[in-house]
């Protein structure tokens, strides 16, 4: 347990454009341990949904099992939650998405949910190009267990318990990248002020939106032998291009940076670094990847985006209105087309 | 020996090669039969794979009704494959008749002398008649058609109305198939004495029935239920559900001005997404299914787990197929009834529904949704290949228009605002058992809850109490009472002069059960008989067990699966439930049940473990 939710609230606390105050975008008080990296997220996450005025109640939120799991608790109250079984939220998502397509889908996983026992949902999530959200709280180990190493634990990388790491290691955005993901993140639970943008982001983009968030685990991980340590990570951090997302309604000025438009009007606005490469270009993003694994950093920012890819939805066709809306009228046949299926059976 | 004769009481079967084309030239015989008024009965027997190895199409002719299989050896084979020449000219029974392509003389060692052994020159007339290789194959088989229908003498009318409704898109084939059908009908009339022994004479016993395949109806079901979502993994024998779910929708569920789909159709990853799938699209309001068989089900069990115990709604068909592991995938069982009551870890049970008939298996696949809505938990409906791949004679398919969706108990936004105390998701308000539940996004504050397979309190909030734990369990437990009033009721089949002994049958056990329990009474055997449709078993079940001595449990499977799970839900002594088996995978056989009956009422109780 980490804190008592304090009572004070600061005296500038203002309700945003739809009236919601951001303690409305709070939730149950975390279980989690004092300074774990995923309340970091959590906080993150309530930061970028106040700001951007979502309306709580049209959200799900959605998780398989683990650490990263139960976050779903601790933001966003006034949606319903949705805590799976471990490795499979994506199905579920997928499921809850095609019966609803007008709520935001927010999936958030672990390094062990998403990259082993359910790294199958996840490639195949990102192939149907579903419209979520889907953040990884990649701490490199199984925190409920114990400090296990993960898939994504870095060769070398040592636990608590001394151990270095010696299978190769998963790399969810360089997989995410070669599956044909739609918008391919990476941040650290420590730097806000990159990954609140990029949530925001990633809610807009209007298909799979992937953030793999570094998030150092205190109490198994967060050791100088740890390439998934605060340490590590502050010291080995490479920012691919540092974001700001500005809503469709808002103005901006020039200043050098390359500007994503989303299909409805909404901007990412990125700084290109000279070295680096450009966020539309899979390839040079896919190369940008391996390069830094190969110089030992971890790059942050938004890897890749496509905002022009069809979902889920599209690709199926289906129709405006949320399927569950239906009723008897649209969806049964009635006794009369019976008549011609008798017919033809006999 | 004498020939066999029959008006109307026969077998026959058909050996071919599979991947030939034969299966609609067979299909043609028996629609002739059916068109002809009389009752039938087919049966495919196929191998796993495409092309090549033998497969095999039974019809049996009843105008009595029995629509199972017989038992027994075949009354008339014709064998177009030289694979299993030795092995069906075996199978047919003394006084039977076997048909044969003479290309080759019978080897002189499988002859037999008490049966009629016609040679029909299948490849010669094709060779003669046709140039290209491909046509030979594909006529051959619609010539011994023709030639049949001389033999048993079908109405040649029928058989043309046949031919012009199989190719109604396709007019040019009409002359072709006709033609090869009078080859056949020809040569047989001239070189046999025609009819045989067997032989059909039209009368009027099918009245307004179908000939329908189980997977068609519950693919129609789910349509008419009003699934919207599916998520699916292909796997025999289920596969054809979700073909006919997709066609049919795509037919009839097209919004009428923008041309979109009111469904959404995902073939997913494998069984445990399939499933998941479902548990997303139905925890968000939607109607949701998935069809599979025994190996995705042991796929699906964790999350059919987190269903029971977070009490969403869960709809599933399983096509049962021949287990253990992979098994026998094409050839059938009933052999998934324990995995399918008590799927998952700790303590879970599942409504479970078995229909015996087509139009059962429509009309549950409907009903599911309504139950699992009404319920919030998962319903099954356990059907299996033999009455989910033939063509079974079955009552046609009804739909009442008035019928309107039970939702069960879902709360509004208007509902939530004029709530005046807090909502509790797992509450029990009206002493069923059964909590309200919210869809997402329904109120800006009120009625949002945390869905979790860990334990929970009456809000949905996590708890290792075990007061709590308890409590919720205990409800879960009055749930499933619930359960037993609204699931299909078990039907009595045979009443009043069974006197101690009853019978005990499901799903597509019915029709052999039926005939081999009218030949124990025509032997002065009467037993009593009861239909399970459903699990939990209602009310009326427990009365029948209690009221007899000795119940015969007649299923598919070795270890007697439904007798366990009465045993264990009821209690029961096991000395009184008898089991009678059959798990071979071809269907069971009216014989063999009766045989098995006859022998434990002679034996007594030594029998009682010979399957």
Redesign the interface.
């Known amino acids: 347990m980490s804190y008592i939710i304090p009572r004070f609230r600061h005296p500038c606390t203002v309700p945003n454009d739809i009236g919601y105050t951001r303690q409305d975008y709070e939730g149950a008080l975390s279980t989690l341990c004092a300074g774990c990296g995923h309340d970091s997220i959590s906080a993150a996450l309530v930061q970028a949904c106040y700001e951007m005025s979502v309306?709580?109640?049209?959200v799900?939120k959605?998780s398989g099992i683990g650490c990263s799991s139960k976050t779903?608790?601790y933001f966003l109250?006034?949606?319903?939650?949705?805590?799976?079984?471990h490795g499979?939220m994506?199905?579920?998502?997928?499921?809850?998405?095609?019966?609803?397509r007008?709520?935001t889908y927010l999936g958030v996983s672990g390094d062990g949910d998403t990259a082993s026992i359910g790294l199958?949902?996840f490639?195949?999530v990102m192939r149907?190009n579903l419209n979520m959200l889907y953040i990884i709280e990649n701490n490199g180990c199984y925190g409920l267990t114990k400090g296990q190493d993960s898939a994504t634990a870095d060769v070398g990388s040592k636990t608590k318990h001394g151990q270095a790491n010696v299978f190769s290691p998963i790399d969810p955005a360089g997989l995410a990248l070669n599956i044909g993901a739609t918008f391919v993140a990476r941040s650290f639970s420590g730097d806000k002020a990159q990954l609140v943008p990029l949530i925001k982001a990633g809610l807009h983009h209007p298909g799979f939106a992937l953030i793999d968030v570094i998030s150092p685990c205190v109490t198994f991980n967060n050791i100088p032998a740890s390439t998934k340590s605060y340490t590590y990570t502050r010291e080995h951090m490479t920012a691919a291009d540092v974001v700001d997302f500005v809503p469709a309604a808002a103005k901006y000025g020039a200043d050098g940076a390359i500007d994503v438009k989303m299909p409805d009007g909404a901007t990412v606005k990125l700084r290109r670094l000279p070295d680096h490469h450009d966020p539309r270009n899979r390839a040079a993003a896919a190369a940008a990847v391996l390069a830094a694994q190969e110089r030992g950093e971890v790059l942050t920012g938004l890897i890749y985006i496509d905002t022009g890819r069809p979902d889920?939805?599209a690709m199926?066709?289906?129709?405006?209105?949320p399927?569950?809306a239906?009723?008897?009228k649209?969806?049964?046949?009635?006794?009369r087309?019976?008549d011609a299926?008798?017919r033809n059976?006999? | 020996m004498k020939p066999l004769e029959s008006v109307n009481e026969f077998v026959v079967r058909f050996a071919n090669v599979n991947g030939t084309g034969s299966a609609s030239a067979n299909l043609l015989f028996a629609k002739a039969a059916?068109?002809m008024g009389i009752p039938i009965g087919a049966k495919n027997i196929f191998p796993s794979n495409i092309q090549g190895l033998p497969t095999w199409y039974e019809v049996r002719v009843s105008e009595k009704g029995y629509i199972g299989a017989r038992g027994g050896g075949v009354d008339l084979m014709i064998c177009v494959n030289a694979q299993s020449l030795a092995q069906d000219i075996a199978s047919v029974a003394p006084g039977g008749y076997f048909v044969y392509d003479d290309i080759k003389p019978l080897p002189a060692d499988l002859a037999r002398g008490d049966i009629t052994i016609l040679g029909l020159p299948l490849t010669e007339i094709c060779n003669r008649e046709y140039k290209e290789p491909r046509l030979r194959q594909l006529f051959k088989n619609v010539i011994y058609v023709g030639a049949l229908a001389a033999l048993v003498d079908i109405d040649f009318a029928v058989l043309k109305g046949l031919v012009a409704d199989q190719f109604e898109e396709k007019k040019k084939l009409i002359g072709p198939n006709v033609h090869a059908l009078e080859l056949g009908y020809n040569y047989a009339r001239e070189h046999f004495t025609c009819p045989l022994g067997l032989r059909l004479k039209a009368c009027d016993k099918t009245g307004?029935?179908?000939?329908?395949d189980g997977n068609t109806a519950l693919g129609?079901g789910a349509?008419?239920g009003?699934a919207?979502?599916v998520?699916w993994y292909p796997i025999t024998p289920s596969t054809s559900v979700i073909d006919t779910f997709r066609n049919?929708a795509a037919a009839?569920?097209q919004?009428p001005e923008?041309g979109?789909?009111?469904?959404?159709?995902?073939q997913?990853?494998?069984e445990?997404?399939?499933?998941?799938?479902?548990?997303?699209?139905?925890?968000?309001?939607?109607r949701?299914f998935t069809a599979t068989s025994g190996p995705g089900v042991s796929l699906m069990s964790?999350?059919l787990g987190?269903a029971y115990f977070a009490e969403i709604p869960a709809v599933l068909y399983n096509v049962q197929r021949c287990g253990p592991s992979t098994g026998m995938p094409t050839r059938t069982q009933q052999g998934d009834v324990l995995l399918c009551a008590y799927a998952s870890h700790g303590d879970t049970k599942h409504v479970l529904l078995f229909p015996s008939t087509p139009k059962e298996a429509f009309d549950f696949a409907a009903d599911a949704f309504d139950l699992a809505d009404r319920l919030q938990t998962p319903v099954m409906v356990l059907s299996d290949l033999d009455l989910g791949m033939n063509d079974n004679m079955s009552p046609?398919?009804?739909?009442?228009?008035n019928?309107?969706?039970d939702r069960g108990k879902v709360l509004t936004a208007e509902d939530l605002e004029n709530m005046k105390e807090k909502f509790g998701r797992y509450l029990d308000v009206d002493g069923d058992g059964i909590g309200w539940r919210?869809?997402?996004?329904?109120?800006?504050?009120k009625g949002?809850?945390?869905?979790?397979?860990?334990s929970h309190d009456s809000y949905a909030a996590?708890t290792e109490n075990s007061d709590i734990y308890l409590e919720s369990m205990h409800r879960l437990d009055k749930k499933w009472q619930t359960a037993r009033t609204l699931v299909p009721a078990a039907e009595t089949e045979r009443t009043g002069k069974g006197g101690k002994r009853g019978a005990l049958y499901y799903g597509t056990t019915m029709h052999a059960a039926r005939e081999a329990l009218d030949r124990l009474a025509a032997e002065g055997t009467e037993l009593d008989a009861m239909r399970l449709r459903a699990f939990p078993f209602p009310q009326e079940v427990e009365d029948f067990i209690a009221a007899h001595d000795e119940v015969f449990v007649i299923e598919q499977n070795r270890d007697a699966q439904m007798r366990s799970l009465l045993i264990n839900e009821f209690g029961v002594n096991p000395d009184k439930l008898v089991k009678i088996l059959y798990y071979g995978g071809k269907p069971i056989t009216a014989h063999d049940i009766h045989d098995k009956i006859a022998r434990h009422l002679k034996d007594g109780k030594r029998s009682q473990h010979v399957a």
């Open positions: 309306a709580p109640h049209l799900a959605l779903p608790a109250r006034q949606s319903h939650g949705f805590n799976s079984v499979r994506p199905s579920v998502a997928t499921g809850a998405y095609l019966a609803n007008d709520l199958g949902q490639a195949h149907r889920l939805h199926l066709e289906t129709t405006e209105t399927l569950r239906l009723d008897e649209a969806l049964c046949p009635g006794a087309a019976l299926v008798n059976a006999r | 059916f068109r307004d029935s179908i000939l329908l129609l349509v008419y009003g919207t979502v998520g049919y009839t569920r919004d923008t979109k789909n009111n469904f959404a159709v995902v997913a990853e494998d445990l997404a399939a499933i998941g799938i479902v548990i997303g699209a139905s925890w968000n309001g939607a949701s964790e999350f987190l046609p398919l009804t739909w009442d228009d019928r309107k969706y919210t869809y997402p996004g329904t109120h800006p504050t949002s809850y945390f869905t979790r397979g860990t996590y």
